[in-house]
């Protein structure tokens, strides 16, 4: 052994001594900063339990890079510690030879359970469930099922949620928190401190996010999944939503912004993979740039002789963008959060239209009064004709601001009808289309009241 891998060794241990004491969160923290051979020698110090317990955490970025250099017995040994649903996403991040050498190192149990969650479609509640769950038979009474909290509350998910099965089908029947059980009778049977209703559950195949809001809008701990013969097979608990949610929400962001969704962390991604994701939305922004100077070129004679009008070009697409924009972002979050459904577009038509109206009126004055202001200060002038110029500039306000707050509402309803993230109406794309259009409007506005006096 070398000195510097002497080096590193000596480092890994005193780190793992170190953190074997701190919070978890914080020992994630500064494991993410380390690169992953030192990450791999401290996971191997850390005792097997705190280990598994840092694996666990969503927000350590470098499991599987560290579990690929680890021993493949120490290895498999976590990834079978590990929870079902945290070990599937690692294990699906391995890279192809490592998984088949840890594949072998699993334990029975462990693989069946990531054969079955990585079967399921991405962004499904069957990809983030866990199957380490508490249930018991309906027969059982309050004490014994305590009992067996007890006893399997290290190897599950969660124990606040408590399945009571059936006894002969073994389908789900009832749901109790663990408060209401420990204020029964132990000598009581299970069904007596049970409430009345049905459990609130969903199906593999359901999206993650109608889970989330189920889990909302019941306040649940955690949303059983079950199959055809409402058997339950996993749960989905509240803070596999919120990461899912957390991942969900950075990609719409991101594709607000006018790029690929990162599949890795900001720090993580190369340099290559980067450019990539960035330079396909920057490449389309750029041709639709370019209709905006055949629409400039199309209207040569009239610049020509009406200069002045090109003043006020900035100002009038910066409006209509800025319109569309904050319409599509309003759309985009009320279509996520179900607050708006694919009929319900007539009724965002009848909403921004007069809002449209409204908001460029507002900013038509402005603009207006900034015309006469500047005229009438003499800080810059117009020429005779500067109350028509005004006029212009007004008008086109009102179309650009009405035309862009029609697009950017209207634009999301499209791409989901179309089956396409409505994300994807990014605010760079519906600026850009608004530019192209506000130009036509704007000239076409001038050549009706200037004709005569400028035009």
């Known amino acids: 052994m070398n000195e510097t891998a002497e080096k590193t060794d000596l480092l890994a241990v005193t780190l793992a001594h170190t953190l074997a004491q701190e919070h978890v969160a914080d020992i994630v923290e500064t494991l993410n900063d380390q690169d992953s051979a030192t990450i791999a020698h401290v996971l191997e110090e850390l005792p097997f339990e705190r280990a598994v317990e840092v694996l666990d955490q969503s927000e350590f970025t470098a499991a599987a890079e560290a579990l690929a250099l680890l021993p493949e017995a120490r290895a498999g040994a976590l990834l079978s510690g590990m929870s079902a649903d945290r070990a599937a996403d690692v294990f699906q991040e391995l890279d192809e030879p490592a998984r088949q050498r840890l594949a072998g190192r699993l334990d029975w149990q462990t693989r069946s359970d990531l054969k079955k969650l990585l079967a399921y479609p991405e962004h499904s509640a069957g990809s983030i469930m866990t199957t380490e769950f508490v249930s018991v038979p309906s027969n059982w009474t309050v004490q014994r099922t305590l009992e067996h909290i007890r006893r399997v509350e290290r190897s599950r998910e969660t124990i606040y949620a408590i399945y009571v099965l059936d006894t002969e089908t073994r389908k789900l029947v009832r749901a109790v928190s663990l408060r209401r059980l420990i204020s029964g009778d132990p000598e009581a049977p299970v069904e007596s401190v049970v409430p009345a209703h049905k459990p609130i559950t969903v199906t593999p195949e359901v999206d993650r996010e109608d889970v ?39 990609e719409d962001v991101q594709k607000l912004g006018g790029m690929e969704a990162l599949d890795e962390p900001y720090k993580e991604i190369g340099f290559f993979a980067m450019i990539k994701k960035r330079a396909g939305w920057l490449s389309i922004l750029l041709l639709g740039e370019m209709l905006t100077a055949s629409a400039m070129q199309h209207y040569e004679h009239e610049l020509a002789k009406a200069l002045v009008l090109t003043l006020f070009i900035p100002l009038i697409m910066s409006a209509g963008g800025n319109s569309g924009s904050q319409a599509t972002s309003l759309i985009i979050r009320a279509l996520a959060l179900r607050e708006l459904t694919l009929k319900d577009w007539w009724r965002v038509v009848l909403r921004e239209l007069p809002s449209g109206l409204v908001l460029g009126s507002i900013l038509g004055l402005i603009g207006v009064a900034r015309i006469a202001v500047w005229q009438v200060a003499g800080l810059y002038d117009y020429g005779q004709h500067w109350m028509l110029i005004a006029a212009t500039v007004g008008a086109t306000l009102v179309g650009i601001v009405t035309f862009g707050s029609l697009m950017g509402s209207m634009l999301p309803f499209a791409l989901k009808r179309l089956g396409f993230d409505p994300a994807s109406a990014s605010a760079p794309l519906v600026a850009t289309l608004v530019d192209v259009t506000g130009l036509v409007i704007y000239f076409g506005i001038a050549a009706v009241i200037l004709r005569g006096a400028l035009l």
């Open 212 to 250: 989330a809001r189920l889990i909302t809008k019941y306040d649940l701990l955690a949303v059983p999944v079950v199959d055809e013969e409402e058997r339950i097979i996993g749960i989905v608990t509240f803070d596999d939503v919120i990461d899912a949610m957390i991942e969900e929400t950075t």
